[in-house]
T-cell receptor, first 115, second 116 residues
Framework: GNSVTQMEGPVTLSEEAFLTINCTYT??????LFWYVQYPGEGLQLLLK?????DKGSNKGFEATYRKETTSFHLEKGSVQVSDSAVYFC??????????????FGKGITLSVRP | KAGVTQTPRYLIKTRGQQVTLSCSPI?????VSWYQQTPGQGLQFLFE???????NKGNFPGRFSGRQFSNSRSEMNVSTLELGDSALYLC???????????????FGEGSRLTVL
């Protein structure tokens, strides 16, 4: 079955530091890949997505590239801000079942950014 | 445009009781899915409804059930509550024009259930 593996957390960075959050996946076919973010006390929000190999999703300074050869979708940001403190989830949607609202999530990683 | 609304936001129940959670999707969204979020298991898919029909189901026992109404609003029910059912239950809605979704879910803030 489908699975998503995220690096262990939590992660604490200083403001303006470079961020990388690793995500690898296992899936049959050609899934779509997503990063969702959950700010304190809020529901999940879609941060970015990529629907095919070599696509790069980007939003709010965050980027992730769909690498089929390494089955990865690592999240990066060149300079984090305190407001980026949140929980980040990598996810994929299955490409074969037709019921694509079933997302498989990674465990999530908590990012804390210090001023 | 109003977001996904879930009620109640917080509730406390005791073992053996049952609970019903409600979700109002974004206007125009026809698909509603439910997820359970716990510190140990993370986010797990419960089920998805589209046009009042359950279209997909996760690996949860039959105590977990749901339904969708003609206005796309959805409810989920958990019967015979167990301590392990304590979790944040998240509802998400999405557009579905052609039957093939893109995974872009819009989540509510969740209903936090505590079972004592």
């Amino acid at each position: 079955g489908n699975s998503v593996t995220q690096m262990e957390g939590p992660v604490t960075l200083s403001e303006e530091a470079f961020l990388t959050i690793n995500c690898t996946y296992t899936a049959t076919g050609y899934p779509s890949l997503f990063w969702y973010v959950q700010y304190p006390g809020e529901g999940l929000q879609l941060l970015l997505k990529a629907t095919k190999a070599d696509d790069k999703g980007s939003n709010k300074g965050f980027e992730a590239t769909y690498r089929k050869e390494t089955t990865s979708f690592h999240l990066e940001k060149g300079s984090v801000q305190v407001s980026d403190s949140a929980v980040y989830f990598c996810a994929l949607s299955g490409a074969l079942t037709g019921a694509n609202s079933k997302l498989t999530f990674g465990k999530g990683i908590t990012l804390s950014v210090r001023p | 445009k109003a977001g996904v609304t879930q009620t109640p936001r917080y509730l406390i129940k005791t073992r053996g009781q049952q609970v019903t959670l409600s979700c109002s999707p974004i206007s125009g969204h026809r698909s509603v899915s439910w997820y359970q979020q716990t510190p140990g298991q993370g986010l797990q898919f419960l089920f998805e409804y589209f046009s009042e029909t359950q279209r997909n189901k996760g690996n949860f026992p039959g105590r977990f059930s749901g339904r969708q109404f003609s206005n796309s609003r959805s409810e989920m029910n958990v019967s015979t509550l167990e301590l392990g059912d304590s979790a944040l239950y998240l509802c998400a809605s999405s557009l579905d024009h052609s039957g093939r979704l893109t995974g872009e879910l819009f989540f509510g803030e969740g209903s936090r259930l505590t079972v004592l």
